[in-house]
């Protein structure tokens, strides 16, 4: 058997997009709600530094989830008539996510089958996770703001793969960005891009080399 047949040992999986529906979904609907173009709060992480800093100190614990709301909303805010409440923001933010039934219960299995599973999430704020029963999911758990680190980092893998107690080439790293899935590789993990439960299924069936039943 290769190096590459050998059956992982770990799980590093994402939460918001994977075990949850989509995170751009839920800024879409968000920037509906409150006034905004659809595609507002998407844009200003991906081309507006200030925006994109704020998220990055947000992830890494450098903000509070009340200050990261007060300075996004005067961003968003910036050149408009608009006013929005920066409190709770973080959490309207996020409260399209939904749990993705087949991803949990996959999740669920893979450790019930003796793999050492580990939540890998950027900060989403607290109650994002409520639903979310971490016990009954996960050995491990390593969030961005918890660890003063986040994805793309390769030390976010790297802590992750030792809070398992497993090397990163028997790990195996699920995100739905390819560009935090860079940095699993840089450490030697396998890594499974997700675009939708049916697919992630299929691989993890494969890479595990057990039977998977979607949740129904």
Request: aromatic content about 6%; charged content about 25%; overall charge negative.
């Amino acid at each position: 058997m290769t190096a590459a047949a050998v059956r992982p040992e770990a799980l590093l999986i994402d939460f918001g997009g994977v075990l949850t529906t989509s995170v751009f979904d839920s800024f879409a609907a968000f920037c509906r709600a409150e006034g905004l173009p659809a595609d507002a709060l998407r844009d200003s992480f991906a081309r507006d530094e200030v925006a994109a800093r704020l998220l990055v100190d947000a992830e890494e614990g450098r903000l509070s989830d009340e200050e990261f709301g007060r300075r996004l909303a005067a961003r968003l805010c910036a050149g408009t008539d608009l006013e929005l409440d920066p409190d709770g923001l973080l959490e309207r933010m996020n409260a399209g996510l939904r749990p993705e039934p087949v991803m949990v219960h996959a999740t669920a299995a893979i450790r019930g089958s003796g793999v050492t599973t580990v939540l890998v999430s950027n900060s989403l704020g607290g109650s994002t996770y409520a639903w979310c029963n971490f016990d009954e999911l996960f050995d491990h758990v390593v969030i961005s703001s918890e660890v003063g680190v986040r994805k793309p980092s390769r030390r976010i893998f790297r802590l992750a793969a030792e809070r398992a107690g497993v090397p990163p080439e028997r790990c195996v790293a699920v995100d739905d960005l390819e560009h935090n899935l860079v940095g699993a590789r840089r450490v030697g993990m396998r890594t499974i891009l997700h675009t939708d439960p049916a697919t992630t299924l299929a691989e993890l069936e494969q890479v595990f080399g057990i039977a998977l039943e979607a949740a129904t």
